[in-house]
T-cell receptor, first 110, second 113 residues
């Protein structure tokens, strides 16, 4: 089982560039979410989706967009990267409230 | 917003010792989860708790859902070097299909062989 797959694993962006972090799951979970992890801050929710076509904001949504056209995929878009978005990003899909995480994308914005 | 206070922030113990960490919340949760994160990896679910007072074990790990529904603890018995990592608690208080979780800031565990 692949579970939750995130790509890329590492990325360096220049300030102002845009990019999309990909997330795919093969567990047929309706609920998916994106978190960022910063030192000493734990995991903070960026956006989440309770099913295809439905998304909502989490705790720290500014600077990020999401869409959910299929059950399997939940991409996270940075429209204009800023140094404050340097972080490790985790995608998760959930069953019965139990979140299963991908391996993360380590993003550096210079 | 909701806050989870997880303590201690870090622990440095000798192999073979028992470990205890806990989380407290300012609001009631209907689910408590405990995760472990190894360096460079995503968090992995260790134990899930769904009822107040529930006590659940997973090998050397034991976790409890507090009676007040505002706290949970995780114990690790007879620690070994591979227990090293960051342990997170997470709580959920939303219903239906909204599985939104709030995470603690983590406990960094170091085990000295």
């Amino acid at each position: 089982n692949a579970g939750v797959t995130q790509t890329p694993k590492f990325q360096v962006l220049k300030t102002g560039q845009s990019m999309t972090l990909q997330c795919a799951q093969d567990m047929n979970h309706e609920y998916m979410s994106w978190y960022r992890q910063d030192p000493g801050m734990g995991l903070r929710l960026i956006h989440y989706s309770v099913g295809a076509g439905i998304t909502d904001q989490g705790e720290v949504p500014n600077g990020y967009n999401v869409s959910r056209s299929t059950t399997e995929d939940f991409p996270l878009r940075l429209l204009s990267a800023a140094p404050s978005q340097t972080s490790v990003y985790f995608c998760a899909s959930s069953r019965r409230g139990e979140a299963f995480f991908g391996q993360g994308t380590r993003l550096t914005v210079v | 917003g909701q806050q989870l206070n997880q303590s201690p922030q870090s622990m440095f113990i000798q192999e073979g010792e028992d470990v205890s960490m806990n989380c407290t919340s300012s609001s009631i949760f209907n689910t408590w989860l405990w995760y472990k994160q190894d360096p460079g990896e995503g968090p992995v679910l260790l134990i899930a708790l769904y009822k107040a007072g529930e006590l659940t074990s997973n090998g050397r790990l034991t976790a409890q859902f507090g009676i007040t529904r505002k706290d949970s603890f995780l114990n690790i018995s007879a620690s070994i070097p591979s227990d090293v990592g960051i342990y997170f608690c997470a709580g959920r208080n939303s219903g239906g299909s909204n599985y939104k979780l709030t995470f603690g800031k983590g406990t960094l565990l170091t085990v000295n062989p």
